[in-house]
């Protein structure tokens, strides 16, 4: 950031006086602009042993599998969010049952809330942000092809806990690992398997 949405001046970074981090702040008006973690919503679309999953038109990781989820929007709850990124990435209408699992993704300034949820019908197809949707049984899933660890860690507590019959929530968070290449290490909270 280097200028005021408030009055178009310079930014610049400092700690404010009774805060103890940096943070932009206009040079002219004085006004903080705050910078928080985004939000990610999503579902995990169950139909009878299946899970509904996006192959995606952007990037980030174009062309691999996800479940349908993106950004929360102002105005909207985190339920509305989810089930609108479903209908937007697979024209899926859903029933958002409850919070599934809530993942900290520091090292991007994310939280992930993923919803489990029932496809309320098969009348589903590929939004502008997915190159194709279908349903894959857990055997089905392309697990090589996965666009992000959150997904995948998500997905693989999801087919452990169907087998139990139990659907606790679970969380923790994703941690990139230094070097070079895609290494995350995930860290469960305590009570998730």
């Known amino acids: 950031m280097n200028y005021c949405s408030q009055c178009g001046a ?5 700690v404010p006086e009774g805060d103890n981090r940096p943070r932009h702040i206009c040079i002219s008006c004085g006004e903080i602009h705050y910078q928080n973690p985004k939000i990610v919503v999503g579902c995990i679309p169950a139909w009878q ?4 999953l996006c192959r995606r038109a952007i ?9 349908p989820a993106g950004f929360m929007e102002n105005g909207e709850t985190s339920q509305q969010g989810a089930a609108r990124e ?9 029933d958002v049952e409850g919070l599934y699992t809530l993942f900290n993704l520091p090292h991007i300034n994310q939280v992930y809330l993923l919803f ?14 997915s190159l194709e949707v279908d349903l894959f049984d857990e055997q089905q899933i392309p ?5 992000f660890p959150v997904v995948r ?41």
């Open 116 to 129: 489990r949820s029932r496809l309320l019908n098969l009348d589903f197809a590929a939004g502008a942000e």
């Open 59 to 67: 990037e980030p990781r174009y062309g691999l599998w996800t479940v």
């Open 153 to 193: 860690e998500t997905l693989r507590l999801y087919f452990s806990d169907r087998e139990k019959g139990r659907f606790p929530l679970r969380g923790g968070t994703i941690e990139r690992l230094p070097g070079e290449g895609r290494r995350f290490r995930i860290v469960l909270d305590e009570g998730s398997e």
């Open 10 to 14: 310079e930014i610049r970074v400092s």
């Open 86 to 94: 479903t209908q937007e990435e697979a024209c899926a209408q859903v």
């Open 49 to 52: 042993d299946k899970i509904l």
């Open 143 to 147: 697990w090589d092809e996965i666009a």
